[in-house]
């Protein structure tokens, strides 16, 4: 499976410590994040069967969010180790800076991209989402791109110059993101056992 994602706002490098730092950057990208992924599934017509309820009421959709339910909030990654699945990200970063280097008036790429991919996967702790966020119906699940960023085999970044004029509520270092997501299969055995649920 082959598909983009795009995210434009603030893109801060991450902070040495423990991954809760950026907690409300990671999870507005989550949240842009989330809507797309949201449609994708619902779309995508392997993944829309994954909706399909079984003879107790319950899809696997269902059991992927409940498996991935932490504070009482329930996230629904689409690369997941049961799945068999891993994915390639290759990454357009523009910005508003000069052409050429990776060190920038933001932050550095590399630092700024952790910051991306800790957001692209499913929080495990409960000091990694907001504490005064309570999901909404339609945030539950939260759709996330990976159950773990070690789910990542291949990573490229290209930087360019973003010339769309700043609006008053933008930063200069606001970013635009657009990621090409492809899903790989590393695992065809995990893949079919899921309770019949098919190949992406």
């Not at 994915?87 to 280097?101: A, N, T, V, Y």
């Not at 699940?141 to 970044?157: A, G, H, Q, R």
Request: glycine fraction near 6%; charge should be negative; charged fraction near 25%.
């Amino acid at each position: 499976m082959e598909f983009r994602l795009t995210y434009q706002g603030k893109l801060p490098a991450q902070t040495s410590g423990r991954g809760g730092t950026r907690v409300p950057e990671k999870h507005n990208i989550r949240l842009q994040i989330h809507h797309q992924l949201k449609v994708l599934w619902q779309d995508h017509p392997s993944l829309r069967s994954w909706g399909n309820r079984d003879e107790t009421e319950r899809t696997f959709v269902d059991t992927l969010a409940d498996n991935h339910e932490y504070a009482g909030r329930r996230f629904l990654p689409l690369v997941t180790k049961v799945g068999g699945l891993a994915c390639s990200l290759d990454i357009l970063f523009l910005r508003r800076d000069q052409p050429g280097g990776l060190v920038i008036s933001g932050g550095d790429i590399d630092n700024r991209i952790k910051t991306l991919l800790d957001a692209l996967q499913v929080p495990t702790e409960r000091d990694q989402v907001p504490k005064e966020w309570m999901p909404s119906q339609d945030e539950n699940p939260l759709y996330c791109l990976m159950e773990d960023d070690k789910l990542i085999n291949s990573l490229t970044v290209a930087t360019d110059r973003l010339l769309v004029p700043r609006r008053d509520d933008e930063s200069k270092h606001d970013v635009v993101l657009i990621i090409h997501v492809k899903t790989i299969i590393v695992n065809n055995l995990l893949t079919f056992s899921i309770a019949g649920a098919p190949c992406v």
